[in-house]
């Protein structure tokens, strides 16, 4: 009798979280389509390539969909069985509603193991054949991404601008070119260089890209206040990429490696950090004047790989925080399942999109400010599912033991 009515409650969901996974995935998927359709037409890129980019782009969609077509399918589900009655039923023939929880805890359990190896196992490596799909492309056609009159961040350092581009010609010509230049140490200032054309170049044994401006003027804002401008009939701006920017680097950042991967980093990171401090200590324990230089620089070094810890554990806690979402969303989807008494997935659909979009934005916002170290990054990533647990448990208990009248009338 128990195992039948674990098979039931499985049976009953099997269907609205097939159903809503792939709604959900069809409308990112669309989405990224479009996207994609621009690639092709708007940039000239072949179709296996933008083929392979979509078929990689997957898993990061499947990462986002996946719980959100369980809370649906929870809220489906026992929705038509308070539409039935099937709910007041059981409690007439004395079953205790948290019956219901252990087929659905079993069913979340599958569910989370499946998401932590796919989490640090599939997406890592489907993130980084996308980028370097992506940088295939940028080195082949350095201009393929650019579009006119929108300010264009692709290259490190600087902010491009250009009226008009000519795609057709080698190299790439650019009208009307405003080139801005903001120093990421703070000292050297910031630098517009505004020309009539420009042309880009890409040198690929130098990972460098090449900007020649023909007619125009520097303008250059010393950290000071100071200011210096200069016109020009040719000007040649060189923007070195980064080692992990060639397509064949072997480097990934935080959103391609496992969470044991970046777990190791850390550790280095940490062990980095102890050593910058005693550094620090010592120079400020130097008999006479610190060197005020190299306590500026130790800073910069420790804030800088504070950052890259804070920014890495929150990926990992996110490896886990999102796949275990999925009980905080049966002790929420449950009570609010019942409490809506619809059996049709368009009142399933339209609360876990409520739901699920402000659990999102509880994740973008602890992100957001535990990488700029306002938050611990344990706390930035879990706190969505402790919130709506805790909502979960209290109209467990509001609901199932004080207003199981409520749903008779």
């Given at each position: 009798?128990?195992?039948?009515?674990?098979?039931?409650?499985?049976?009953?969901?099997?269907?609205?979280?097939?159903?809503?996974?792939?709604?959900?995935?069809?409308?990112?998927?669309?989405?990224?389509?479009?996207?994609?359709?621009?690639?092709?037409?708007?940039?000239?890129?072949?179709?296996?390539?933008?083929?392979?980019?979509?078929?990689?782009?997957?898993?990061?969609?499947?990462?986002?969909?996946?719980?959100?077509?369980?809370?649906?399918?929870?809220?489906?589900?026992?929705?038509?069985?308070?539409?039935?009655?099937?709910?007041?039923?059981?409690?007439?023939?004395?079953?205790?509603?948290?019956?219901?929880l252990p087929p659905l805890i079993f069913f979340a359990g599958i569910f989370i193991f499946f998401m932590v190896?796919?989490?640090?196992?599939?997406?890592?490596?489907?993130?980084?054949?996308?980028?370097?799909l992506l940088l295939e492309v940028g080195e082949k056609r350095p201009v393929a991404e650019l579009a006119p009159?929108?300010?264009?961040?692709?290259?490190?350092?600087?902010?491009?601008?250009?009226?008009?581009?000519?795609?057709?010609?080698?190299?790439?010509?650019?009208?009307?070119?405003?080139?801005?230049?903001?120093?990421?140490?703070?000292?050297?200032?910031?630098?517009?260089?505004?020309?009539?054309?420009?042309?880009?170049?890409?040198?690929?044994?130098?990972?460098?890209?090449?900007?020649?401006?023909?007619?125009?003027?520097?303008?250059?804002?010393?950290?000071?206040?100071?200011?210096?401008?200069?016109?020009?009939?040719?000007?040649?701006?060189?923007?070195?990429?980064?080692?992990?920017?060639?397509?064949?680097?072997?480097?990934?950042?935080?959103?391609?490696?496992?969470?044991?991967?970046?777990?190791?980093?850390?550790?280095?990171?940490?062990?980095?950090?102890?050593?910058?401090?005693?550094?620090?200590?010592?120079?400020?324990?130097?008999?006479?004047?610190?060197?005020?230089?190299?306590?500026?620089?130790?800073?910069?070094?420790?804030?800088?790989?504070?950052?890259?810890i804070d920014r890495y554990s929150v990926e990992i806690h996110k490896k886990y925080s999102l796949p275990f979402?999925?009980?905080?969303?049966?002790?929420?989807?449950?009570?609010?399942?019942?409490?809506?008494?619809?059996?049709?997935?368009?009142?399933?659909?339209?609360?876990?999109?409520?739901?699920?979009?402000?659990?999102?934005?509880?994740?973008?916002?602890?992100?957001?400010?535990?990488?700029?170290?306002?938050?611990?990054?344990?706390?930035?990533?879990?706190?969505?599912?402790?919130?709506?647990?805790?909502?979960?448990?209290?109209?467990?208990?509001?609901?199932?033991?004080?207003?199981?009248?409520?749903?008779?009338?």
């Open positions: 009798m128990a195992l039948s009515f674990d098979v039931y409650i499985l049976r009953q969901h099997a269907v609205p979280f097939l159903l809503s996974f792939f709604v959900y995935t069809f409308v990112l998927i669309m989405n990224r389509l479009f996207e994609l359709v621009d690639l092709i037409f708007g940039k000239g890129l072949e179709p296996s390539t933008v083929a392979l980019i979509f078929l990689y782009s997957l898993p990061f969609i499947i990462a986002i969909t996946a719980p959100m077509a369980f809370l649906t399918s929870v809220l489906a589900v026992f929705g038509r069985m308070s539409e039935d009655f099937e709910i007041i039923s059981l409690k007439a023939l004395g079953i205790n509603p948290l019956r219901i190896y796919f989490n640090n196992h599939i997406l890592p490596d489907t993130n980084h054949k996308v980028k370097i009159r929108s300010f264009i961040t692709n290259f490190p350092g600087y902010i491009l601008y250009s009226r008009a581009i000519d795609k057709s010609s080698d190299p790439a010509k650019l009208e009307d070119v405003i080139l801005y230049r903001k120093s990421d140490d703070n000292l050297t200032g910031s630098e517009f260089i505004i020309s009539r054309e420009a042309g880009i170049s890409i040198d690929r044994e130098q990972n460098l890209i090449t900007f020649t401006m023909s007619g125009g003027q520097r303008h250059i804002l010393g950290q000071s206040g100071a200011y210096w401008n200069m016109d020009f009939d040719t000007q040649y701006i060189n923007v070195f990429l980064p080692p992990e920017a060639r397509p064949d680097s072997s480097y990934r950042g935080d959103r391609e490696l496992s969470a044991q991967q970046m777990s190791q980093r850390v550790r280095l990171w940490e062990k980095d950090l102890d050593s910058l401090k005693r550094l620090k200590d010592s120079i400020l324990s130097f008999s006479g004047y610190p060197d005020e230089g190299m306590l500026i620089s130790a800073d910069i070094q420790i804030q800088g790989i504070k950052n890259d979402a999925a009980l905080t969303f049966i002790f929420l989807g449950v009570p609010l399942g019942i409490l809506t008494r619809k059996g049709g997935m368009g009142a399933a659909f339209g609360i876990a999109i409520l739901i699920t979009t402000v659990y999102y934005i509880f994740i973008v916002s602890g992100e957001t400010l535990s990488d700029r170290g306002f938050l611990n990054p344990a706390v930035a990533m879990w706190a969505a599912n402790f919130f709506f647990l805790a909502l979960g448990v209290f109209l467990y208990h509001g609901f199932f033991f004080d207003s199981i009248h409520f749903w008779k009338r």
